[in-house]
């Protein structure tokens, strides 16, 4: 069965370094997402990706944020100088073509994100 | 109304037991609905959409009620395994993201 694949599982960070979470996608799948939960809290939306670019993104999606889609296969989230409350699991998602989230999305199995 | 709300729970039930989770949401113009369940610091899993009135599944029923905009989720005969937060999802912004509830704990005891 076809899933999303995330690397690393576990990232360990000092405050203030770049990280960039990895995610492989579905195969045929064109929307793209990425999620965070903060330990303890619900799942929680930053961002959209589809034909090459962004197509929606929250307010925690701020300008020390970004992603990517540097080839065919893989989708990234890079984090600037991380903060302490950056600290959660990222999940990347991803969906069938045609209606967005509006079909089902599947979830990678998460990275835990630890700045320390 | 928050986006989408969930009692949190925890709902601990017995073996065998019936167990039903409600979820409501605020944007009437959504037109799909999930359940996805969630392990302890596993990923969200796909347990159910709904993009009618309802939808059955073995021991999983889910229905929706478009007027009072809120969205149940049955188990019949629970299981140990059943034990997970259940969590509503409902797409939003335009379809783009989906917006996820607090979710609901379940715990099954024997």
């Known amino acids: 069965e076809p899933e999303v694949t995330q690397t690393p599982s576990h990232q ?12 492989v996608p579905i195969s ?15 799942v929680e939306f930053l961002v959209s990706f589809y034909n090459n670019e962004i197509s929606e993104k929250s307010e925690i ?22 903060k ?5 699991m990222y999940f990347c998602a991803s969906s069938e073509p045609g209606q967005g989230a509006s079909t089902e999305a599947f979830f990678g199995q998460g990275t835990r994100l630890t700045v320390v | 109304r928050k986006e989408v709300e969930q009692d949190p729970g925890p709902f601990n039930v017995p073996e065998g037991a019936t ?10 113009a959504s037109q799909s609905f999930f359940w996805y369940r969630q392990d302890c610091r596993k990923e969200p899993k796909l347990l159910m ?6 939808n059955e599944d073995g021991r999983f ?12 989720l049955l188990i019949r005969d629970s299981k140990l ?3 997970a937060t259940y969590l509503c999802v409902v797409p939003t912004g335009g379809g783009n993201k989906l917006t996820f509830g607090t979710g609901t704990q379940l715990k099954v005891e024997l």
Not at chain 1, 84 to 88: G, K
């Open chain 1, 12 to 23: 360990v960070t000092q405050m203030g370094q770049e990280v960039i979470l990895r995610c």
């Open chain 1, 28 to 42: 045929n799948h064109l929307y793209f997402y990425w999620y965070r939960q903060i330990l303890g809290q619900k």
């Open chain 1, 61 to 82: 999606f701020d300008d020390q944020f970004s992603v990517e889609r540097p080839d065919g296969s893989n989708f990234t989230l890079k984090i600037r100088s991380t």
């Open chain 1, 84 to 88: 302490l409350e950056d600290s959660a």
């Open chain 2, 19 to 28: 167990v039903a989770f409600n979820c409501t949401y605020s944007n009437s």
């Open chain 2, 49 to 54: 959409s709904v993009y009618s009135s309802g």
């Open chain 2, 61 to 72: 029923t889910a229905q929706l009620n478009r007027a009072s905009q809120y969205i149940s």
């Open chain 2, 81 to 83: 395994s059943d034990s």
